[in-house]
T-cell receptor
Framework: EDQVTQSPEALRLQEGESSSLNCSYT??????LFWYRQDPGKGPEFLFT???AGEEKEKERLKATLTKKESFLHITAPKPEDSATYLC???????????FGAGTILRVKS | DTAVSQTPKYLVTQMGNDKSIKCEQN?????MYWYKQDSKKFLKIMFS???????INETVPNRFSPKSPDKAHLNLHINSLELGDSAVYFC???????????FGSGTRLTVV
């Protein structure tokens, strides 16, 4: 069964303090690894899809990387508006569904 | 224009009642989903439809019945509501496999 584990559960940063979120996964034939951002009271917002080990994608202060066992979401010089829950999900070869991790709650203080 | 819209946003109802949640997408996507997010924020797939055909039906009580009248709409009907059904239900859509989903803003269901 496909599984996703995210760490840490919660992370508090000062504005400008760079850090990384981790997503470890086990999946039968990775079709894609997805990162989403979720704000309170809203639905998840798509950030990135990574398809193969070694791939990297960037968007503003966020950079996602992928290995065969885990993905990292690097946040460079975060701002308070980056505060949100970041969700990681995988899609395996046997199903058209995303399996989500529990998320990392990020708080950035000014 | 909202891409994936759900109604209602909030739903408070008594145990034993029957209720429906509606979802519509205007993105032209061919696949729609229902996900449940529990109090621990875990998002879990319930159902998926591709062009009105049910393709994923996870281990969900048969009190939950999805209906897709066309590929732009996916509704969720819940019979005999129980306290444990309280959660946020998200509708989502995608075009093809291995692509990011677009989620709606969710329906917070509270059963009292």
């Amino acid at each position: 069964e496909d599984q996703v584990t995210q760490s840490p559960e919660a992370l508090r940063l000062q504005e400008g303090e760079s850090s990384s979120l981790n997503c470890s996964y086990t999946v039968s034939g990775l079709r894609g690894l997805f990162w989403y951002r979720q704000d309170p009271g809203k639905g998840p917002e798509f950030l990135f899809t990574l398809y193969s080990a070694g791939e990297e994608k960037e968007k503003e202060r966020l950079k996602a990387t992928l290995t065969k066992k885990e993905s990292f979401l690097h946040i460079t010089a975060p701002k308070p508006e980056d505060s949100a829950t970041y969700l990681c999900a995988v899609q395996g070869e046997y199903g058209n569904k995303l399996v989500f991790g529990a998320g990392t709650i990020l708080r950035v203080k000014s | 224009d909202t891409a994936v819209s759900q109604t209602p946003k909030y739903l408070v109802t008594q145990m034993g009642n029957d209720k429906s949640i509606k979802c519509e997408q205007n993105l032209g996507h061919d696949t729609m989903y229902w996900y449940k997010q529990d109090s621990k924020k875990f998002l879990k797939i319930m159902f998926s439809y591709n062009n009105k055909e049910l393709i994923i039906n996870e281990t969900v009580p048969n009190r939950f019945s999805p209906k897709s009248p066309d590929k732009a709409h996916l509704n969720l009907h819940i019979n005999s509501l129980e306290l444990g059904d309280s959660a946020v239900y998200f509708c989502a859509s995608s075009q093809g496999l291995s692509v990011g989903y677009t989620f709606g803003s969710g329906t917070r269901l509270t059963v009292v």
